[in-house]
């Protein structure tokens, strides 16, 4: 069983940066492919990226490519998403995901959800 808690959510204007963080529970972090997803009011949920459980290889949706970077601590059992250069189509309700496989993460299967800190971009 493995257990998420995101932290690092807020409001920041656009052009600004963020980082969330995602620490997992459970002494089996480092086996997990990890990724970040986001759902923004009236919409499904998405994919934003994903990292392999050694920190490669990474993925991107193309709407944040260039501006967020994953990447991962696995003695902290951490997962983190840097974004930079927001804009106000990111504002959304953010989600750590862990899966077994990073390509089932990537569309979206995830044996593990966090619970969701609101990031809010002001234009």
């Known amino acids: 069983q493995v257990q998420l808690v995101e932290s690092g959510g807020g409001l920041v204007q656009a052009g600004g940066s963020l980082r969330l963080s995602c620490a997992a529970s459970?002494?089996?972090?480092?086996?997990?492919?990890m990724g970040w997803f986001r759902q923004a009011p009236g919409k499904g949920r998405e994919f934003v990226a994903g990292?392999?459980?050694?920190?490669?290889?990474?993925y991107y949706a193309d709407s944040v490519k260039g501006r967020f970077t994953i990447s991962r601590d696995n003695a902290k059992n951490t997962v983190y998403l840097q974004m930079n250069s927001l804009k106000s189509e990111d504002t959304s309700i953010y989600y750590c995901?862990?899966?077994?496989?990073?390509?089932?993460?990537?569309?979206?299967?995830?044996?593990?959800w966090g619970q969701g800190p609101q990031v809010t971009v002001s234009s």
């Open positions: 995901a862990a899966h077994g496989r990073l390509s089932s993460l990537r569309v979206g299967a995830s044996d593990y």
């Open positions: 459970g002494r089996t972090f480092s086996t997990y492919a």
């Open positions: 990292i392999g459980w050694s920190g490669d290889p990474r």
